[in-house]
């Protein structure tokens, strides 16, 4: 005689039936180094996203007991932070891997929905002077409120075959463009480009573009570096300097720069799942997208708790395009080149 198979949740198999919610892990039952070393993030800081997630992570379920906000909460830091869905990492917890991958679902999407809330510029005039006044001390960059960079992202290769997300590596990628203030919080992050895409062109379709050319003051200004093109609004650095001034301003750019470069080190060193070093992200382009966006939510949260983004160790150079590749398109906005050389002649002669 036929046995009937039943398909079994590992989780109520586990655990049985009984209470609404699984309290399988008791933030109080273990050490401040255990939580850092597991999960990337002290204690008061993962209570403070259960606080600010909490409603969204406790949604209805069909399910017979759906897993704590807190639990939830471990699951994903736990994802963000190694990269990879480990066993211990659910056995930690007491949750199987298939209820780790909701739960990095959930608190993904529970973090992109607040992600226009933690992640814009400065809506006002002083802090956009605040910006600049900030900018000008670091190196003696007049007008920089921002500094813009692109990093791959690996993911797999999408389930139709698409050859827009394989870089210049030949590997499948999303181009992200991130953009941040001194301090390394990020005012502005696209994440869903195709890594076929060049910096060039995922700036040029950027919202980033149209809200500069037609919502920014004058002399305001975001740094790039040769891998964007000059623009009246982006200031890029010379191929060939030839003067002192222009030697100059090559200096101080490139230190200002190199804050957007560190922030990309510090997002990639904090979030394991962003760096490859675990595999590609096994998700579609979409998912993968709102992964990434969800680590930069999570590094400005972090920034805004007193987590300093330059405490954290650098993960080596970020890899930077050909030298040369877009020298013959830099001058082909005249109006930009003369704003840079007036920009030079006025505060670097």
């Not at 399910?63 to 932070?81: D, K, N, V």
């Not at 101080?252 to 799942?273: D, N, P």
Request: proline share 5%.
């Amino acid at each position: 005689m036929a046995i009937p198979i039943t398909v079994l949740d590992c989780d109520l198999l586990l655990y049985g039936r009984g209470h609404r919610t699984l309290d399988r892990f008791k933030l109080d039952d273990v050490t401040d180094d255990y939580l850092m070393s597991m999960y990337g993030f002290p204690r008061q800081f993962i209570y403070y996203l259960v606080e600010l997630l909490g409603a969204s992570l406790s949604r209805p379920t069909q399910r017979s007991r759906a897993i704590s906000p807190e639990t939830q909460i471990l699951a994903a830091l736990g994802f963000y932070t190694s990269g990879s869905f480990q066993t211990r990492m659910g056995d930690a917890i007491g949750i199987s891997q298939a209820s780790m991958s909701r739960c990095v679902a959930n608190v993904t999407e529970a973090l992109v929905e607040r992600a226009s809330q933690l992640i814009h510029f400065p809506a006002d005039e002083a802090a956009i002077q605040s910006l600049k006044d900030e900018f000008y001390g670091l190196a003696g960059m007049p007008g920089v409120i921002g500094v813009a960079d692109c990093i791959h992202v690996a993911i797999k290769a999408p389930n139709a075959e698409d050859l827009s997300y394989v870089n210049r590596k030949g590997l499948h990628s999303l181009n992200c463009l991130l953009v941040c203030d001194i301090r390394g919080a990020l005012m502005a992050v696209e994440t869903s480009w195709p890594g076929s895409l060049q910096d060039c062109a995922v700036l040029q379709r950027s919202s980033l573009t149209s809200q500069f050319e037609t919502g920014m003051p004058k002399e305001t200004w975001l740094l790039g570096d040769s891998s964007f093109f000059l623009r009246s609004w982006l200031l890029t650095p010379l191929h060939i300097p030839e003067t002192p001034a222009e030697y100059r301003y090559n200096r101080a750019h490139s230190a200002t720069h190199s804050v957007i470069e560190k922030t990309l080190r510090t997002l990639c060193c904090r979030f394991r799942c962003l760096d490859g070093s675990k595999g590609a992200l096994q998700y579609s382009p979409e998912k993968s997208s709102h992964i990434i966006l969800a680590c930069c939510v999570l590094h400005n949260i972090s920034l805004e708790h007193g987590m300093d983004v330059w405490s954290s160790p650098g993960t080596g150079p970020i890899e930077q395009p050909p030298a040369g590749e877009y020298e013959q398109m830099e001058s082909l906005d005249l109006e930009a080149d003369r704003i840079r050389q007036e920009l030079i002649l006025t505060h670097f002669s």
